[in-house]
């Protein structure tokens, strides 16, 4: 009994909420503002004008109907636009404009967020897009890809809200043919699990290769000669001179001129040197000649341990002719689905630099190589290490290039652009071309016999043959098979018969039309999968009262929140005794579930809704600009965010330490990118932080700072809206419509400060970014990829978007700032202490979305005191992250329908 | 199980009895394709383009009313079909709020907010008002259709496609021409009895999970019924397409007047392809309701443009390759749309009359430039609404669209009284 005082049981919560129980106070425009309203505005729309049908003297301060407030909106539309009061009128003073505009916009939000109040009701909902795969996962053990389905982006809010969750037709034969995939794989998974296959393959063939390609090069570029000499012979001869006249006119280089063979008399033709293409022969015996990239490999050959393995570096020429940028191996098409494990036995050398020791992982290197997986390499060319990574196949990977894995150097072949500039950048250096770092001796991949594992739940459940051999199952036998997986699927709510009825004449339907049992059991099945009970997480109440939920809904409604999947056995079971509704083994499930590896469900969703992180796709990032940060960085970056979270998670640690923290969790690839030493390892690990580091909480972490821009340039605008909307819980109305732009400033160049100011000119703007704008001066230090920097610059560029070095501006980043009526910093650990300070604004905005996740509805004002408890009984263990859920989970709302 | 025909009668909902058309209206539509009709029917296309236009060089000035106008650069490549589209300043969608969806409420003219507890809320759009009475006699009630791949940054805002149906609820479209193109030529080679004993098992797949449906629906609340009368209703429309495709059975589909698209197209080439596709399906009388929210992303990476799109529509800050990119992107979307129009204008019915005679076509988006919603681009082509072309119309400063809107569901004869926020039909735009 860890919690035997703060559990109590829902019958007990009604009467303490009973007390906050009256309505919110509604949203009402200060009386401060009728005094300009009254100067500027009543004139024209009073008693005696009513322009335009409209009177700003009968406008009610109180929004408490969707009239007033569309009046209002008007209101604060024909302001930020400009229009009113007319260009010719007298205008109100900019302050008391922006203050106006400020307040008004903000009262809005509040009147939307009132009108729109479900007033704590739940709407059933149906499972979300990855609640349905990780359904599917937990019920087949089945990995199948959804993304067809259309996305659950509920606006403004998560994507466990009933209400934006909806379905379609469409959706319904969707959810079948993915149910009907999902059940494909499981019986084939299950009809391979004891397979064995084990290919292995050796890096010198490799090696090989490039000595093989060598040997071309050198000998075209000797044909290649013999051609170029004779063809300039026979352009020398006196009597080709007037025709030569005339094609170097036209040639404006030897390679162009040496393309017109053909016209002078008596030049040989580069078939006969072995040259042939389909369009001008001369073309291949002229990259013959200049053979960029002969040095490159030749160099190569001269690394050791050529007979026995092979090195990874930057992709050359193209790969259908040599290969070296990355190794490949393929996964046979005849071999089954389910689960595989790739290893590479692997070395660094002397070149393996802290920058250049990491290998990555993934599928289909020709078509945008997406890395999977990024590794550290410690092995030494004396004691090479083995690196395993676990893979699974599915019956979706049929193409090629689904088969097709790879592993390469971190950052070497990301795009083309990168893989040029490194190496150009190796060239400039030593004349060659980049080191070679890594060295590999081999690859294999092996299956993973799953015999010994548990059978998926919902196979399980069937008990009856799944393969066409074995004689077919009576119809007694079928139809408790089909009870059972019923009530798998429906999270053990039993079926009502006369459905199974209409299963089983379904079945023999397609028996008799000539399936065979195998088929018509899997869409039997599928029909299971896409029918309500299903597809929706139903929790029936007779009436609109709030009622106590069952134990089972219980459970569904806890494994849901925190793992995003159904609830397994044990918590059923505890379900069914009546044991979970005991606070203290509730608090005990909670615990395990977020112990449990599924939990990843609830940090991976809920932190990246709750963080906004789906701007980190946003945009395709300048690697150019940006080199250091290539996609191992970006994921490892991406990652560092839920793995922080993870970290507070599973060690009690302060929701505090999000805001400011004497430590990160990174893995080594982040510690190479952050400049902190010391850390091995592909595991993300607290690393204790020196003394002054900028890193440590959100603001440290490059992918926060990522998303404060637009992957070129920072955003001082987007970054202080985020900070203001995440970690100050204060966030700054919408986006008008309609505001004039500030044109005065177009095409000049200046600093992001200087261009920034201009919006204090405008009221209409002043009004939100006096507060944006501070925070976003603060964060100026960290570049568009989250690295620290002392300077910025700025470059016009041309209608083509071609830098102007001349216009080029280069200032020394000045973060001090005042925060809008609030203190004033001079850098950004100043910046960071005040934010820090404001950490009950943080747990109440965290709280928040806590609630609306998990219940799957908005909050509302009927919420303050279930937000206000999850703070103070949080606040008792220094604001410990999983205390908040405790309390949540504890909670009378968390238990009601 | 319930007889066919006693189950297609009714249907019951949670909340009431649909009654799904007898089956005597099944029948006349069968014999229909082999005789065109005496006078070719009314069709209606909704083409819209997310983030806008440059407002400097796409409007004709407003003080040059009329016919008389001049051709500002940015409707340049449509210089000749001047006398044969109309564009209306002035006219937005009051309640739009949301600067970054050009799509999500254009054809709806919905408050987000008109619904007490909720924070979306959207209503049906004017192509969907159209298929109801135009979609009957059709294989496809309705195509929608979109651009392939990840419209994310094309400034469209929520939605599934632009179409929304009866219950305000995203209706789901065809991703890229491939997509579209299957959809509506792809030749279905199963004999008939096939085809109806597939028919029957698809009906019991429905009988079975709406038994499930009704279990459950025993015990729900107002408003978690209220949620699972979406379920009902999205397997209604499987009822109705099924009685539909019933219908159809034994109409052979319509040999494609071109060829299959290449996969992969993207941007410029795309919406060509699409264009073209367009014109196949109203020429093949597939179908006479159309809309397609056209790829904007790509478009501008397919013509070189390196701007993000957002950025691109927030020209104001910096002009310079911005703007250039915007108006860049203006000449290739009025390029698209005169080649287009040249095709609806060459492509024959049956009466001598062309395409273009009886086609009603909406080009546009909500958003003008940046975040503003106000005078949503609008340009009008096609006689089949019988308005006004050749026109610069100016009409008085926020009318709201949903007049036009219902200007033209009155041109092509569907008789409704209002649409979204309308407040009657634009009269200056009637011929």
Known sequence: MRFPFRLFL??????????????????????????????????????????????MDELSYTLTDLETAERWQKVLNQINSGEMPPEDEKQPPGDAKADLLDDLANVMVVARRHLGDQQGVITMRRLNQREYKNTLRELLDADINVSELPGDVSPGGFDTAGAGLFMSGNQFEQYQSLGREALDEAFERQAAAGVEKKFHWEAEETSANVRKYVQVEID??????????????????????????????????????????????????????????????????????????LPYHQYYLTYPALDTGAYLTMQTVHPSVLQIGWMTLLVPFNWPVGDYVVRVRIA??????????????????????????????????????????????????????????????????????????????????????????????????????????????????????????SPAPTTPELRGALERFALEAFRGTPAPSSYIDRLLAFYEVRR?????????????????LSSPMFLYLAEPATDEQHRALTGAELATRLSYFLWSAPPDDMLRNLAKNGELMKPAVLAAQTNRLLDDARSQGFVRAFVYQWLGLDRLDFFQLNLVLHPRFDGSTKLAAKNEVYETFNYELRHNGSLRDLLKADYVVINSVLANYYGIPGVKGDAFQKVVLPKNSPRGGLLGMAAVHLMGGNGERTSPVERGAWVLRKLLNDPPPPAPANVPAITRLAGKVLTSRERLLAHQEEPQCASCHRKIDPIGFGLENFDAVGEWRTEDSYEATDANGKPQPKTKKTWTIEPAATMHKGPAFKDYLGLRDIIAARSDAFAKGFSNALVEYALGRPCGFKDEPLIENMRHEAGKKDLSVREFIHALVSSKEFHTK | MNTPLKRRQFLRSSTALIALPSLESFGFRKFASAAAPATPPKRLVFLGFGWGITTESWYPDITQKGTGYTLPAGLQPLARHKADFTIVQGLWNKYSNQGHAGSTFWLTGANRYAQPGQNFHNSISVDQVAAAQLGRETRFASIQLNGEGNMEGSGHGPGLSMAWDVSGKPVAGQNGPLAAYHRLFSKDTTPIEQQKAMLAQKRSVLDTVLENARAMQRGLGKTDNAKLDEYFQGIRDIETRLSKDEQWIGVPQPNAPMSEPKPGLAGREEIKIMYDIILAALQTDSTRVLTYRQPVSTLLTSIGIKVAPHDMSHYHSTMGEKQEASQKRDLTQSELLAGLIDKLKTTKEADGTTLFDHTALAYGSNIRTEHNLDNCPTLLTGGGAGIKLGHNLVVSKDTPLCNAWLTLLNGVGVDAERHGDSTGVLKELIA
């Open chain 1, 348 to 469: 660094g050398n002397e070149h393996a630099t802290p920058e250049r020791r990491f290998l990555e992982f993934g599928i289909d290197p020709r078509n945008n190589g997406q890395v999977l997986s990024t590794h550290e390499v410690t092995g030494t060319m004396d004691a090479p290490q083995i690196i395993e990574i676990p893979l699974t196949m599915t019956r979706k990977q049929t193409d090629r290039g689904d088969r097709m894995l790879f592993i390469r150097e971190k950052g070497s072949n990301d795009t083309n652009e990168l893989t040029y500039a490194r190496l150009n950048e190796g060239k400039k250096r030593n004349g060659i071309g980049p080191e070679l770092a890594l060295w590999v001796d081999w690859m294999e991949i092996e299956r993973v016999p799953t015999a010994a594992k548990p059978v998926a739940p919902g196979i399980h459940a069937l008990r009856i043959a799944l393969d066409d051999k």
């Open chain 1, 220 to 293: 075209a570029r000797e044909r290649a000669q013999q051609w170029q000499k004779l063809v300039e012979a026979a352009a020398a001869q006196p009597e080709n001179s007037a025709i030569m006249t005339q094609i170097r006119k036209e040639s404006k280089n030897d390679a162009i001129f040496r393309r017109s063979w053909a016209k002078i008399p008596g030049a040989p033709a580069p078939e006969g040197f072995g040259f042939k293409t389909e369009e001008n022969n001369a073309d291949k015996a002229n990259a013959a000649l200049t053979p960029t990239y």
């Open chain 1, 512 to 528: 008799k039309a000539g399936d065979k049992h195998s088929a018509a059991l899997k869409d039997t099945l599928a029909i299971i």
């Open chain 1, 10 to 55: 829902p019958a007990a919560l009604l009467c303490v909420s009973s007390v906050h129980s009256e309505k919110e106070p509604p949203a009402v425009m200060n009386e401060k503002h009728r005094a300009v309203l009254q100067t500027y505005c009543v004139g024209c729309h009073g008693a005696e004008k009513q322009k335009g049908k409209f009177r």
